[in-house]
C-alpha cells in the first residue's frame, strides 16, 4: 500500500505534465498538408517481383525530416509501379491522361498498396532536405483495381475473357538441360497460373505425334520444342533457359542463376517476348533456390508481355497452322487452288508458308473462330473443290486436314 502510494507521488507530476501538455496542444495548429502528394523524387528501381501481385522497389524519398522523406520514398515506389520499369500499370497515353485527375487521391492514398517497407536503407543531408532510400513492396494488383474502379485502365481480367485466354505450354530451351530448368519453369508456369492462363508443362521426352513431325517439317523447322507445342495444344510456347554460375569472395563461394525465357505464337513461330532474370548472388547449398528467385523476375515481365501481346492479336485475329494434304491421285493443282480460295474466304488474313508435293501449308488469322473445331466448319463449309475435307488431327492452335476422292489424304504428309 505504501509502494502504491510512492508510485502515485512519483508518478502525479509526469501526469499532470501531459495534461498541461495536452491543453496546450489542444490549441495547437495541426500540420499543414503539403502542397501535393506527387512525390518529389522519382528514383526508383525494381529489387524483386515478388508475386503476380507484388514487387519489391527501392525507392528514394525527398523531405525537410526524415519522417517526410520516408514518406515520399513510399510513394515514389507507387509512381514506379504506375510510371517506370518495361510494363508499368499506365501503359499508354490514354491511360497517363485518364490517372492525372486522380493523382492527388491516389498518393495520399499511397499506403493503401504498400504491404511492407523497410527501415531506410541509406540517408544523407543536402542542403535543407533530406534524402533516404528504402525497399517497399508495393500490391500492384490492388492497385490496379483500385484504377480499373476510377476508369483509368480496362480491366485485363474482362479483356481476356473477352478474347480468350490462350493456352501456353512452359518448355526447357534445351531438353538435355530439362532437369536443371525445372524449377524455373515450376514458378513461371504458377505466375501464369496466378493470371488465370491455362498451363501445359510436357515432358521434353515425350513421344511427338508422326503427323506433328511432318507439318512443322513442312515449314523446315525440326525444333523438338516447337513441335512439342504443337503435340500439346498450345497457343502460345514458352522455353526456359537457366545459367548457373559461382564465384569466391574469400573464404566464402557465392553462387547466382540467371533465367532466359523466350515466347512464341506456336502458330505462326513469331517472338512475342522474351526476358531474362537475375537472382542476387547467395551463399547458399544449390542454385534451385536460386533460379526459383530469376525465375520469379522474369516469370512477372514475361506474362505482362504475353497479355499484352495475345490482346493486340486477337484484335488482329486469332492465329492457326492449318495444313492441307491431297490423297495420290488427286488433281493438286485444281485442290491447291480451292485451298487457297478457301481459306482466304474464312478468315481475314491468309498466308501459304510452304508446299510439298501433295501438302500446303498455311498461317490464318481468324477474328471468327476461337477455336480449331470453330475454323474447321468453317472450312468445311467452304471448300467447294473435288473430293471432300476431312480433319486428321486438330491441336490447339494445329489443324492438320485430308482432302481428295474417297478415303482422303492419308496418314502421311508428303514433303519432297
Not at 61 to 88: C, I, K, N, Q
Request: hydrophobic share 35%.
Amino acid at each position: 500500500m505504501m509502494m502504491e502510494r510512492s508510485l502515485r507521488r512519483l508518478f502525479a507530476p509526469g501526469a499532470a505534465a501531459c495534461v498541461l501538455l495536452l491543453v496546450g496542444c489542444g490549441g495547437a495548429d495541426k500540420p499543414a498538408e503539403p502542397d501535393t502528394y506527387v512525390p518529389q523524387s522519382t528514383q526508383a528501381r525494381l529489387i524483386e517481383s515478388v508475386s503476380a501481385s507484388e514487387l519489391t522497389i527501392r525507392a528514394e524519398g525527398v523531405g525537410e525530416s526524415v519522417a517526410l522523406a520516408s514518406d515520399d520514398a513510399r510513394r515514389t515506389a507507387v509512381w514506379y509501379a504506375l510510371y517506370g520499369g518495361s510494363h508499368p500499370i499506365l501503359a499508354n497515353e490514354a491511360a497517363r491522361s485518364a490517372f492525372e485527375r486522380h493523382e492527388e487521391d491516389v498518393f495520399r492514398s499511397a499506403d493503401a498498396y504498400i504491404s511492407d517497407t523497410s527501415q531506410p536503407m541509406s540517408s544523407r543531408q543536402e542542403g535543407d532536405e533530406r534524402i533516404l532510400e528504402k525497399e517497399v513492396r508495393v500490391h500492384v494488383e490492388r492497385l490496379s483495381e483500385e484504377l480499373v474502379r476510377l476508369d483509368v485502365i480496362d480491366d485485363r481480367v474482362d479483356l481476356m475473357a473477352e478474347v480468350g485466354r490462350p493456352r501456353i505450354a512452359v518448355l526447357p530451351d534445351n531438353p538435355d538441360r530439362e532437369d536443371q530448368a525445372r524449377p524455373a519453369i515450376a514458378m513461371i508456369s504458377e505466375y501464369l497460373q496466378e493470371r488465370g492462363f491455362d498451363v501445359e508443362v510436357p515432358r521434353a521426352d515425350e513421344q511427338v505425334n508422326e503427323m506433328v513431325e511432318q507439318a512443322a517439317a513442312l515449314e523446315g523447322r525440326t525444333d523438338p520444342m516447337y513441335q512439342l507445342a504443337l503435340e500439346s495444344g498450345s497457343e502460345i510456347y514458352i522455353t526456359v533457359g537457366v545459367d548457373d554460375s559461382s564465384r569466391s569472395m574469400g573464404d566464402t563461394e557465392v553462387l547466382k542463376s540467371s533465367v532466359s525465357t523466350v515466347a512464341y505464337y506456336t502458330a505462326t513461330g513469331d517472338q512475342i517476348g522474351a526476358t531474362t532474370g537475375h537472382s542476387p548472388e547467395r551463399d547458399v547449398s544449390g542454385h534451385g533456390v536460386l533460379a526459383e528467385e530469376a525465375a520469379s523476375e522474369a516469370g512477372n515481365r514475361i506474362t505482362r508481355q504475353i497479355e499484352n501481346s495475345w490482346m493486340e492479336e486477337a484484335e488482329r485475329g486469332r492465329p492457326f497452322k492449318v495444313v492441307v494434304v491431297a490423297s495420290q491421285g488427286s488433281d493438286t493443282r485444281t485442290v491447291g487452288r480451292e485451298v487457297h480460295r478457301m481459306m482466304r474466304d474464312v478468315c481475314p488474313e491468309s498466308s501459304r508458308n510452304a508446299a510439298g508435293s501433295h501438302s500446303f501449308d498455311y498461317t490464318l488469322r481468324c477474328t471468327d473462330q476461337s477455336d480449331a473445331m470453330d475454323l474447321l466448319l468453317d472450312l468445311e463449309a467452304h471448300y467447294a473443290g473435288p473430293g471432300r475435307l476431312e480433319r486428321t488431327l486438330d491441336s490447339g492452335a494445329l489443324l492438320i486436314l485430308s482432302v481428295g476422292e474417297g478415303n482422303g489424304g492419308g496418314d502421311d504428309i508428303i514433303i519432297e
